[in-house]
């Protein structure tokens, strides 16, 4: 069990002594943050309220969409559910959108099936 100077159990190390391993803990944290959230993703924009989003291919089948606060804010649908109090979250996606995406599949603007390598080659 490790312990933190005046503040009790802890379960990672206190690296406070060592900077170096903290600013490298911090950089490992960053990177690990950016390919989680957009490794492998492809912006597109929806052709009918032009909402750009990160989308990325896993499969034929599966489909992951990174929404950001304006295009949330742009989106009709969801402006719509979110109007009468429903869970945007809740919607799988916009049916515009989808139909956006599949465009940049085909189009080749966004890969059928992303690659599990980190684009910015960290892994």
Not at 28 to 56: F, Q, W
């Amino acid at each position: 069990m490790s312990t933190v100077s005046g503040t009790g159990w802890a379960k990672a190390p206190d690296y406070t002594d060592d900077p170096e391993r903290l600013a490298a803990i911090a950089a490992a944290t960053a990177r690990d943050r950016k390919h989680y959230l957009r490794g492998g993703m492809s912006p597109i924009e929806c052709r009918t309220c032009h909402a750009n989003v990160l989308v990325k291919k896993t499969s034929p089948h599966h489909t992951s969409v990174q929404w950001n606060d304006d295009a949330l804010a742009a989106c009709h649908e969801i402006s719509a559910i979110r109007a009468e109090g429903g869970n945007a979250a809740l919607l799988p996606t916009c049916p515009r959108l989808s139909a956006s995406i599949e465009h940049g599949v085909a189009e080749g603007l966004v890969p059928r099936e992303s690659p599990e390598v980190d684009p910015d080659g960290y892994w």
